[in-house]
């Protein structure tokens, strides 16, 4: 089993609509969540940090549970600009650093 | 200017040849790291440096050397490249001083090809 694991998709979404991403990890003892934002062949950007307390930026929602050990990450009004590879990453520091990535989801807005 | 840049952009070598990535930084951050993306497969870190004189192996470090010249500079080095390193190398940066989590910044990245 990965130890993060997104649905690869793709989703595909007209404009305007509100799409959802999950991503599971499996180690209990991962203490920091982000979802980057990667377009083709480019480097992978923070989109945002994910906090327990969930957090919002404009039209983007990003949830943590840690109880079932997974995050989410959630889009309204999708614009044509949201195209592109949504990345989970994990972080341990606790018994030695890791950093992992999951596969990636990708994402295709349709006019 | 970028605050994370890599050179070269891309590269094509051949098998056995010694290969260096270089990565340097503006933004003052004592963590960098190097990591190889191949299709359909999420980042994976190859090596970790939290300051000068720290070096650390991540998940496959097996084929690759880096140096950390100074704390703007990390390179990684292909000591003899082979066909399955064939990949985009992305360098990253971040800092723990800073308020909140240890976020990453990327540079650009290099296309690797080995024949």
């Known amino acids: 089993r990965k130890e993060v694991e997104q649905d690869p998709g793709p989703f595909n979404v007209p404009e305007g609509a509100t799409v959802a991403f999950n991503c599971t990890y499996s180690?209990?003892?991962?203490?920091?969540f982000f979802w980057y934002r990667q377009d083709c062949r480019k480097e992978p950007k923070l989109l945002m940090s994910v906090y327990s307390s969930g957090n919002e930026d404009g039209r983007f929602t990003a949830q943590l549970n840690r109880a079932s050990q997974y995050i989410s990450l959630l889009i309204r009004d999708s614009k044509l600009s949201d195209s592109a590879t949504y990345l989970c990453?994990?972080?341990?520091?606790?018994?030695?650093?890791?950093?992992?990535f999951g596969a990636g989801t990708r994402l295709f807005v349709k006019a | 200017d970028a605050d994370v840049t890599q050179t070269p952009r891309n590269r094509i070598t051949k098998t056995g040849k010694r290969i260096m990535l270089e990565c340097s930084q503006t933004?003052?951050?004592?963590?960098m790291y190097w990591y190889r993306q191949d299709p359909g497969l999420g980042l994976r870190l190859i090596y970790y440096?939290?300051?000068?004189?720290?070096?650390n192996k991540g998940e496959i470090s097996d084929g690759y050397s880096v140096s950390r010249q100074a704390q703007a500079k990390f390179s990684l080095s292909l000591e003899s490249a082979i066909p399955n390193q064939t990949a985009l190398y992305f360098c990253a940066t971040s800092d723990l001083a800073g308020v909140g989590p240890d976020t990453q910044y990327f540079g650009p990245g290099t296309r690797l090809t080995v024949l």
């Open positions: 180690n209990s003892a991962s203490q920091s």
């Open positions: 990453v994990v972080n341990m520091e606790t018994g030695g650093f890791k950093t992992i």
């Open positions: 440096s939290f300051d000068v004189k720290d070096i």
């Open positions: 933004k003052g951050h004592d963590r």
